[in-house]
């Protein structure tokens, strides 16, 4: 523990003026980001006797063991650079939102020649306008549907759109009017992009337009005794009518707005957001977050906006965002949030009529969210701790293992050997430090000597880490990090208090002599046999045998099973790719974007085989020295064995054709 008056900066050497300030710990990682009208003010804080500290400012200055800030002009640039050092570091004293789940997204792909409708997850991509998110994919896919009667956007893979595309015939949601089949050129691309933009302009709350311009129309055909289009465009109306019932109205103004709404305790806080757009509920997310630093409810709002609004840009940023509370740089908050828009953002607290209303509600699912986090949490913590206690009493531990690395070698009769590495902390899986390996030092299957191999790699790298974060140095010294990224988080700084291999005594054998052989005392070991599903230790000729009851056995069992999975997956896309490697692999210098070009100027490999260096000079970006070298690779590939479709049993050939 750490003395503040130790680094305490010197009287009058902060600055007042607006900034952002880092803490960082004995190793150089970020603690701690925040930002301040006046950083000489704002750090003073921090400064103060201990006992008149919050406990968790009191927590994070203790751990610190240095400080340092930024100077901006403007208290908008200082949001904006704590928002990225946010993201940047991870500081473990920073409360940070995060998705309890990946929310679908309905999404139209307008960077496309011929935009189409889909459901999405994840990162957004430029140039894709969502809508959402849903609590549901199936509920986009019902929407979708109904709306396809009247913009009839394309829905189908890249892959489906080309082999109607060749085929001349378009697939089943063309025939039966739900599709406009731009593949068979039924519309052109302007006409197409057309609907994909008038789908958009629904989608975004403008329905009022296009249900009036369809009941024009349909009285004009009743009038002009066209009864059958009448009737369609009647069923059109109907549909559409269907799909807004699907999100309730809210507020009568056709209002566009986010209201966000938390549900907080000592500990953690939930935050819930309802999306409405032209008056209608399109979308909800929540969060739930541990309260790691002393935070009240303002400052959590300015936390949720930042991690809301932070990617956005455009229509995505609303005009209204209605909080329960508002952050205490009021002004710097909005002209971000207008920043990011590109117009005016009203930020403001509801307090009359019906989104006074709205927000009780939103908050009456956070404080549920809240409800139903904590008995979830309750139940898993309980089980987890015993599991945790249970592993630790078997295996004469003296602490809970809290956190766990599991390895597991796989390989296919000797070829393609890997090796997964996964990271169980306080029982939960911790996917972003998950890693894999390629077995590197010999060729053949050799089980015990790859695990030797990968344990002695990781904790080398783990030592590398440890030596070049400053925890201990060459005689004694302080070692520097002079990478220019400190405290960012590390790729093997954190090491296990258990190591876990699957296999039985071989195995830990060789992991245990890995770690000696670096000096590590300090991480016990103990393999897993799949056949009776025992435990063993090093130098036991006997295995410790947990009952089959048992949490710990069950949760041994699970980190084994989640290593076994992850180097099965990496194996097969490794063997994947090396069945399909190309014989311009070869060619130095060639990367993807200009094998394409090959392929898609010749056609398929067969033809690129068959054609001179002057046709291949010919495409776009091929000197003659490269494509004398493309020649010669080809020339020297051996045949490729031909390809087989695994559902009807023909021989593919490479020109696309096909022989029984």
């Not at 403008?206 to 055909?221: D, H, N, P, V």
């Not at 000197?623 to 479709?645: C, S």
Request: glycine letters at 8%; proline letters at 5%.
């Amino acid at each position: 523990m750490a003395d503040p008056t130790s680094y305490r900066p010197a009287p009058g050497q902060i600055p007042d003026v607006p900034g952002v300030y880092k803490f960082r710990d004995e190793h150089r990682r970020v603690i701690y980001v925040g930002k301040a009208k006046s950083l000489k003010q704002r750090l003073a804080n921090y400064f103060q006797p201990l006992a008149s500290l919050h406990p968790r400012t009191a927590t994070m200055v203790t751990t610190a063991a240095s400080v340092e800030w930024t100077v901006v002009s403007t208290e908008v640039e200082a949001l904006q650079l704590e928002y990225s050092w946010i993201k940047e570091y991870d500081p473990r004293f920073n409360v940070k939102y995060r998705d309890d789940k990946s929310y679908p997204y309905l999404a139209v792909t307008l960077n496309e020649e011929f935009p189409r409708v889909q459901v999405m997850r994840g990162q957004k991509k430029k140039g894709v306008r969502y809508f959402g998110p849903y609590a549901h994919a199936w509920a986009i896919r019902e929407t979708v549907d109904l709306m396809l009667r009247v913009f009839p956007v394309r829905t189908c893979s890249a892959g489906v759109f080309r082999n109607a595309a060749s085929a001349g015939r378009p697939c089943l949601l063309g025939y039966i009017g739900k599709c406009s089949a731009p593949c068979v050129g039924r519309v052109d691309p302007g006409e197409h992009r057309e609907l994909a933009e008038d789908f958009c302009d629904f989608m975004a709350g403008r329905t009022g337009t296009y249900i009036r311009r369809l009941e024009k129309q349909m009285t004009a055909a009743a009038e002009e005794m066209e009864y059958e289009k009448a009737a369609r465009l009647r069923d059109d109306i109907e549909a559409l009518r269907r799909a807004m019932e699907k999100s309730a109205v809210v507020l009568a103004d056709a209002t566009d707005a986010d209201l966000i709404a938390l549900a907080e305790d000592e500990l953690e806080a939930a935050v819930q957001i309802f999306h409405v757009r032209g008056g209608r509920v399109r979308g909800q997310r929540g969060w739930v977050t541990d309260k790691v630093e002393a935070v009240d409810t303002a400052g959590l709002v300015e936390h949720a906006l930042q991690q809301l609004y932070g990617e956005e840009s455009g229509d995505a940023v609303p005009k209204e965002v209605l909080v329960p509370a508002l952050p205490e740089d009021t002004e710097a908050v909005t002209q971000w949030l207008s920043g990011r828009r590109g117009s005016n953002v009203s930020l403001r607290i509801p307090q009359r009529g019906d989104k006074k209303d709205l927000m009780a509600t939103v908050a009456r699912n956070a404080q549920q969210a809240l409800v139903l986090h904590k008995t979830k949490r309750a139940s898993d913590l309980t089980t987890r701790s015993r599991a945790l206690e249970e592993i630790a009493e078997a295996l004469d531990l003296e602490s809970a293992p809290l956190r766990i690395e599991c390895f597991d070698i796989s390989h296919l009769q000797g070829e393609d050997v890997v090796a997964s590495m996964v990271v169980f902390e306080d029982g939960l899986p911790r996917k972003s430090e998950y890693r894999r390996f390629q077995i590197r030092s010999f060729e053949g299957q050799d089980d015990v000597r790859s695990m030797h191999e990968v344990i002695g790699r990781r904790f080398r790298r783990y030592l590398a880490e440890k030596e070049k974060t400053g925890e201990w140095g060459e005689d004694g010294e302080v070692a520097v990090d002079e990478a220019g990224d400190e405290g960012r988080p590390k790729r093997f700084a954190y090491p296990p208090q258990l190591v876990v291999v699957d296999g039985g005594q071989p195995q830990v054998a060789a992991a245990r002599r890995a770690l000696d052989e670096l000096g590590i005392d300090d991480v016990a070991v103990c393999g897993l046999a799949k056949r009776l599903e025992e435990v063993w230790l090093p130098g036991e000729d006997d295995p410790v045998v947990l009952p089959r009851s048992s949490e710990g056995l069950y949760l041994l069992q699970r980190v084994r099973d989640t290593a076994h999975d992850f180097a099965i997956r990496y194996q097969r896309s490794k063997r994947t790719k090396r069945l399909r490697s190309s014989p311009l692999d070869a060619v130095p210098g060639l990367g993807d974007t200009r094998k394409q070009a090959l392929i898609k100027h010749f056609g398929s490999v067969k033809r690129l085989k068959q054609a001179t260096i002057e046709q291949i000079c010919e495409v776009p970006g091929f000197g003659r020295k490269t494509a004398e070298a493309v020649a010669v690779a080809l020339a020297q590939a051996a045949p490729a064995a031909p390809a087989v479709n695994t559902a009807t049993g023909e021989i593919m050939e490479d020109d696309g054709g096909t022989t029984a």
